[in-house]
């Protein structure tokens, strides 16, 4: 290390516990204090970026501390195709994926209080097979639907990911109408349906229940889309905008009905639901 | 045209060729024709009796298969055709109407339409729909519901259009309304599948009471190549991730997402379109009669387990 470093380490705060004091914004590149990162629910107020939260960690900044019951904690990944591709079988990767993340699925679905009222509350979790959905997936989300109904409690969903999950075939697209189905349900019994659409809601899952919601509430620059951008610049032989498939592109065009950053996501949920008189 | 796999047969039609060019033929002529016909009907057969899964999307995708005008033309009797989705525009990729079965049965035919030329396909964009083609589909279903009339629909296609324009009139927002309003629409839906059953574009008017699927048909989440390319990180191993994928009917069939195969003359239905209009006219009127006289209420609840049993976890 050469003198130079040292001399620039030293008018930085405590070089050993860097990463524990600083977070470097992935958006703008800024130093920000961890503990204000954190205080803005991992969000950059400079240029804000917002970075992928875990559906733990989305359930935390949700609801009412220790009101939260998780449902189908067991619910898992089936196999149905007995999928195996060049790397191996899905059985593995599920496995696998399931084992480091803690998670069983990419989705956790639970019954808490957002700001005191009971709420039904889906989280998509993209670390899970990039919050991929697939049988596991869509059962718990109309299990969870299904529970809205019984109680008569709203459903709230965050959506994050990157569509249906091909090793499991034709039987996540079936998820597709399966939920729907579900959240068509919550419409004949009047019961609020609101989807939070986050970094990515692409595919398959833009293209079923996050877009049926009674109001569509999207993260600032989150990509929702139903094609890839590089599938739609191969057929149409054009580059696109920059914006393209961004929240604020579809707020332009009428798909979503608000922006709205992070910190102001539960006030913004309380202050909706507070309108439903059903 | 014949298939790659299909070799042998077009040494034969080749040879069948240059003896029906032969004027006034002899007897011996016609005896040859005779015999090599019987050859090639019987090779057909032997072919078709064990198609892999990657041949079975060739198939799926010849350009001679019956696209739905064929099926309009060859199983009903009337047809009013409905256009626009009063929204926005008049999509021909997908279409349908009012029309009536050769049994004087009435219904809403609706579903992908692909071309056989390149003008055709130009125009229909290949049978892949923007979001006006979804949202007509919509509109002629809740006229169905309001006429109390069956709705018939008819799928075929690489999949919803991956364009800009598409995304920027909500390509994700019509496919899935149409499932919420498909799930509780109160009339019954007959779904066929007759070739590509393309992901999110097929079940964007995919959702029904019964469904259907002709033998060579394939229904996938994603295409073959598409998979391949992500999953091999190469885009020919297509029949290795078609194997995978499951796309067939009679692996759907067990796997419960369809619930009967409509089978097809020897060779695909490409080469015998009498037969398979009868055939896919006899299972549409016999599915319709099963599903008059159930009430709306059982009707919608029988079709929301339907879906829900898919996939469910044990
Ligand atoms: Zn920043």
Redesign the interface.
């Known amino acids: 290390m050469g003198w130079f470093s040292r001399k620039k380490k030293q008018e930085q705060p405590p070089a050993v516990a860097k990463e524990d004091v600083w977070v470097v914004c992935p958006g703008c590149k800024a130093h920000v204090y961890r503990e204000e990162w954190e205080k803005n629910l991992k969000t950059c107020d400079r240029c804000s970026f917002h970075e992928r939260l875990t559906s733990a960690e989305r359930v935390a900044m949700l609801l009412d501390p220790k009101s939260y019951t998780e449902l189908n904690p067991r619910l898992t990944f089936s196999d149905p195709l007995k999928f195996v591709d060049a790397k191996g079988s899905y059985a593995d990767k599920a496995a696998e994926t399931s084992a480091k993340t803690g998670l069983k699925e990419a989705v956790i679905t639970g019954i808490g209080r957002l700001s005191g009222r009971k709420i039904v509350l889906a989280v998509m979790d993209f670390r899970f097979m990039g919050g991929s959905l697939a049988s596991g997936t869509g059962e718990k989300i109309r299990l969870a639907a299904e529970a809205a109904l019984h109680y008569r409690y709203p459903f709230v969903m965050v959506a994050a990911s990157g569509g249906a999950r091909m090793h499991e075939g034709i039987v996540s697209l079936m998820q597709m109408p399966k939920t729907c189905a579900a959240i068509a349900r919550l419409r004949d019994a009047r019961l609020p349906y609101i989807s939070v659409m986050t970094d990515p809601t692409t595919g398959g899952v833009s293209a079923s229940f996050a877009m049926v919601g009674d109001v569509h509430i999207a993260e600032p620059r989150a990509l929702i889309g139903f094609a890839g951008r590089r599938v739609i610049e191969e057929t149409i032989k054009q580059k696109l905008p920059e914006d393209f498939q961004t929240a604020e592109y579809l707020l332009a065009h009428g798909f979503v009905d608000m922006i709205v950053p992070r910190p102001k996501l539960r006030d913004t949920l309380h202050q909706i639901l507070a309108y439903r008189r059903t | 045209m014949n298939l790659d796999f299909e070799t042998d047969v077009t040494e034969i039609d080749a040879q069948l060729l240059e003896l029906r060019a032969v004027a006034d033929p002899d007897s011996s002529t016609k005896s040859r024709i005779a015999e090599f016909e019987k050859q090639r009907d019987a090779k057909l057969k032997a072919l078709y009796a064990d198609l892999t899964p990657w041949q079975t999307v060739q198939v799926a995708r010849h350009p001679e298969r019956p696209m739905l005008r064929d099926f309009i033309a060859g199983l009903t009797t009337e047809f009013i055709e409905l256009h626009g989705d009063r929204l926005f525009g008049d999509d021909q990729g997908i279409i349908g109407g009012f029309a009536t079965l050769k049994n004087q049965q009435r219904f809403m035919i609706l579903g992908h339409q692909k071309g056989k030329n390149f003008d055709d396909n130009l125009r229909c964009n290949f049978g892949m729909a923007r979001p006006e083609g979804y949202r007509k589909a919509m509109r002629l279903m809740k006229l169905a519901e309001k006429y109390a009339l069956p709705v018939v629909s008819f799928i075929d296609t690489p999949g919803?259009?991956?364009?800009?324009d598409?995304?920027?009139?909500?390509?994700?927002?019509a496919?899935?309304?149409n499932?919420?309003?498909?799930?509780?629409l109160k009339t019954p839906i007959v779904v066929i599948i007759t070739g590509e059953g393309g992901?999110?574009g097929?079940?964007?008017i995919?959702?029904g009471d019964v469904i259907l699927m002709l033998q060579y048909a394939v229904?996938?989440?994603?295409s073959p190549e598409g998979?391949a390319s992500?999953?091999?990180?190469?885009g020919s191993?297509a029949a290795?991730?078609a194997n995978?994928?499951?796309?067939t009917a009679p692996s759907?069939k067990q796997?419960k997402?369809i619930d009967e195969i409509i089978p097809e003359p020897p060779g695909g239905a490409h080469r015998d379109y009498p037969a398979i209009m009868l055939t896919v006219g006899n299972a549409l009127a016999k599915t319709l009669k099963n599903l008059t006289g159930i009430s709306t209420g059982k009707l919608v609840s029988r079709?929301?387990d339907k879906?829900?049993a898919?996939?469910?976890?044990?």
Not at chain 2, 179 to 184: F, L, Q, R, T
């Open positions: 919803a259009f991956p364009g800009a598409a995304e920027e009139r909500g390509q994700a927002e496919i899935a309304r499932m919420m309003d498909m799930a509780v992901s999110g097929a079940i964007g995919g959702v229904y996938s989440v994603i998979c992500i999953l091999w990180r190469d191993k290795e991730a995978a994928l499951k796309i759907l796997l997402v079709r929301y879906f829900a898919m996939g469910r976890a044990r």
